[in-house]
């Protein structure tokens, strides 16, 4: 038997910081991105849609990796509030990956000819958001609480295993898609210090905005456990 | 977990098999028809090339083994025999090991009477058959692993029968791949190529054999 009360913790008192932060930075990148950074010599106006395709897909790892910590937690202790984090962090996981693919799309048309290739980077990234809706479909075919979180515990520590290959596969096989630029083996980006640091920036912002939804989400799970207990006493 | 144990749960199952073979008559069926209707479907021409083939025919197996595997729990849940099968003594960890092997053994027979068939309808050539043969025991080694794993985590939910679908085939990607790949391979007398494959399909079944012995305990209620 599992408990929950939804409790006023830092991190619900961090929202309100944590959405200002969100707000400046995302400003601040995408004046970087949009108006500061200098157009690609070869793609032209067209590389502004990396900033944010490239932040979304970072966020999207960060998001899975998170779930993955969240699931062994869970496991380890039971403890329903790892639950809840979980779930938060699949649902903007998923979306932010649905989002990369939508921005990739838009981006792959201009410079690559086709709204979809069927390449390495893109397949693995569909599967990879293919793999985590079902997540949420499991989740969302039980109300037993414990059985629910147990379960999904386990597909969170088993689907993990496709962002790495996400991210190598450019590596692994012949890929359309454009190499590693920052995240290198070698850790030198190839990139011009302008648009680096445009990256730079809208990867940060889209990490607060991360911690933003995340603590919104996490206390409407808590609450929503919190109910299903009281209903069940 | 002792293998005397993992060998009582497999013996088991195959003694249930025996008494009711629906799972496996039920997916060898499925196998046929579904070679058949993809074979009409891209057409016999194009269903007679190498790679063609291999990808129907492994398609078929995925949806095969996720049959079978699936009958076999929906026959422990309608006999009120899982919770007796939890309630001995012995870790949870050998419920999978025995499952996954037994299923392996049924889909093995599934993919004899699947590949004979394919030989027979599309004509096909095989140049290394001694290497076809690998890469299918590979193949069938590789997916019971994660089926069951994904079975036993939509045990007693609604709508499993879509689920189980839905969770297993994105993570069967790189199995059907390399399986695909490597039978090609086979086919058109590349060795190199269908023992790669192989060896990439036994490591796909030791590690979700690993992964599935660590954690499926915990999803078996």
């Known amino acids: 038997m599992i408990s929950t009360t939804a409790k006023t913790t830092s991190a619900l008192r961090a929202r309100p910081f944590l959405g200002a932060a969100s707000l400046v930075a995302l400003f601040v990148a995408l004046w970087m991105a949009l108006i500061w950074s200098p157009p690609d010599a070869a793609m032209g106006n067209v590389v502004r849609i990396l900033y944010v395709h490239v932040a979304n897909a970072w966020l999207a790892y960060l998001a899975f990796v998170v779930v993955f910590v969240a699931s062994i937690a869970y496991l380890w202790t039971k403890r329903p509030v790892f639950d809840a984090i979980a779930v938060a962090s699949a649902e903007i996981g998923v979306l932010f990956t649905g989002l990369t693919l939508v921005l990739g799309s838009i981006w792959a048309r201009p410079t690559w000819g086709v709204w979809w290739s069927w390449e390495p980077r893109v397949i693995t990234t569909a599967v990879m958001f293919a793999m985590y809706v079902g997540y949420l479909l499991l989740r969302n075919l039980t109300d037993d609480l414990e059985r629910r979180a147990t379960r999904a515990a386990i597909l969170g520590i088993v689907l993990v295993v496709d962002v790495p290959i996400v991210h190598l596969s450019v590596t692994w096989m012949n890929a359309l898609h454009q190499l590693p630029s920052v995240l290198r083996p070698d850790l030198s980006p190839t990139l011009d210090p302008a648009m680096l640091a445009a990256l730079i920036a809208m990867t940060i912002a889209f990490t607060f905005l991360y911690a933003y939804l995340m603590t919104a989400r996490v206390d409407i799970e808590r609450r929503r456990q919190a109910r299903i207990i009281e209903a069940r006493a | ?221």
């Open chain 2, 1 to 221: 977990m002792t293998l005397q144990r993992i060998r009582l749960i497999a013996a088991r199952e195959a003694r249930a098999e025996r008494g009711q073979p629906e799972g496996l008559v039920t997916a060898a069926t499925f196998v046929a028809t579904l070679i058949l209707v993809e074979s009409l479907a891209v057409g016999p021409l194009a269903a007679g090339r190498a790679e063609i083939a291999s990808a129907l025919f492994w398609i078929a197996m995925a949806f095969a083994a996720i049959l079978v595997t699936g009958r076999s729990f929906e026959r422990e849940l309608e006999d009120d025999a899982l919770d007796a099968v939890l309630a001995l003594p012995g870790g949870r960890d050998a419920i999978y090991a025995g499952k996954a092997l037994a299923l392996a053994a049924l889909i093995a027979l599934v993919a004899i009477v699947g590949g004979a068939l394919s030989l027979l309808l599309l004509s096909l050539d095989v140049a290394l058959p001694g290497h076809l043969a690998l890469v299918t025991i590979a193949g069938v080694l590789a997916l019971p692993p994660v089926v069951v794993l994904f079975v036993v985590l939509a045990l007693r939910l609604r709508s499993r029968g879509a689920l189980v679908p839905i969770l297993v085939l994105p993570v069967l990607v790189p199995q059907l791949v390399a399986a695909t790949n490597g039978t090609a391979a086979a086919m058109s007398g590349d060795m190199a190529g269908a023992i790669g494959w192989s060896g990439l399909l036994v490591a796909f079944a030791l590690v979700y054999s690993v992964l599935g012995l660590t954690i499926v305990p915990a999803a078996l209620e």
